[in-house]
């Protein structure tokens, strides 16, 4: 008899994996798995880790943020780079999915089990855009790129209550922000097609969040801590981005965020 599935374990073989498509795969067969109902977290689990993380391929180049370049939609290469900064956001984020899976142990299973969904459908999320980039006549790595969404999965690699506060509800909440007018943008570019894709992600991005807010809250009342004051005080301890408007506040609604929170935001 197979033994069951150990998430945590393979989440880390995936994380490891430099080549996108077939961390990709990887991903899709481990979520798949998952579903079948065969799997397990040891909570025990000590991993040794040799390798850098992520996973990642030799390019593309990771420069500053104020070096990636400008994207003009007046242009299919400008269209191309945007794209292309929205696929590696998109790589970062079904990293940070799978480091989120197997960093950290002696949570409930819906835990690992709602972050899983989150790497596949991020990993989907990009996959659609690096198969559009090929449509407009490019591939993934083409454009340098930037990596402070992974800078801060490394700085809260030490407290999954961090974690949860400066990345999902933090920079990944920025995309419910950022969507609608890169989506307005791209539309009135006339490329419909990676329109349609910002559709998706937004929708799918939604939820993404709320499992953030959610494992946050829950990581607050374990501890018992008060969620916005605990908030405020992770976010200078961790030196978080000021965020600045405007804010989707239907969408981070729908994300979990409070109204007192959603306050701060109008």
């Not at 996973?55 to 191309?80: D, F, H, I, K, N």
């Not at 992600?201 to 939820?207: F, K, P, S």
């Not at 804010?247 to 935001?265: H, K, S, V, Y």
């Amino acid at each position: 008899m197979a033994h069951p599935l150990e998430l945590r374990a393979h989440a880390l073989q995936c994380l490891l994996e430099p080549d996108p498509a077939t961390k990709t795969a990887a991903i899709a067969m481990l979520a798949q798995a998952q579903l079948g109902g065969d799997w397990r977290v040891d909570h025990g689990a000590v991993f040794d880790v040799a390798r850098p993380l992520p996973g990642r391929p030799e390019r593309p180049q990771l420069v500053p943020p104020r070096l990636v370049g400008r994207r003009s939609m007046v242009t299919v290469e400008g269209r191309a780079m945007l794209v292309h900064s929205l696929a590696h956001i998109e790589f970062n984020a079904m990293n940070l999915a799978l480091d989120a899976l197997w960093r950290f142990p002696s949570l409930p299973d819906g835990y690992y089990t709602d972050w899983l969904r989150v790497a596949k459908e991020e990993a989907v999320h990009f996959s659609m855009l690096a198969a559009h980039l090929g449509v407009l006549g490019y591939g993934y790595g083409d454009f340098p790129a930037h990596d402070s969404l992974w800078e801060m999965v490394e700085k809260t690699k030490g407290d999954v209550l961090a974690r949860m506060a400066l990345v999902p509800r933090t920079l990944e909440a920025r995309g419910l922000d950022a969507i609608p007018p890169l989506r307005a943008k791209i539309a009135q570019a006339g490329d419909m097609a990676a329109a349609a894709i910002l559709d998706i992600i937004l929708r799918e991005e939604v939820g993404h969040v709320e499992i953030g807010n959610r494992w946050y809250r829950y990581l607050c009342d374990q501890r018992g801590l008060d969620p916005q004051a605990a908030y405020a005080a992770l976010a200078l301890r961790y030196e978080a981005p000021v965020l600045k408007g405007p804010f989707n506040i239907e969408a981070r609604r729908r994300a979990g965020f409070t109204e007192a929170e959603l306050i701060d935001f109008s």
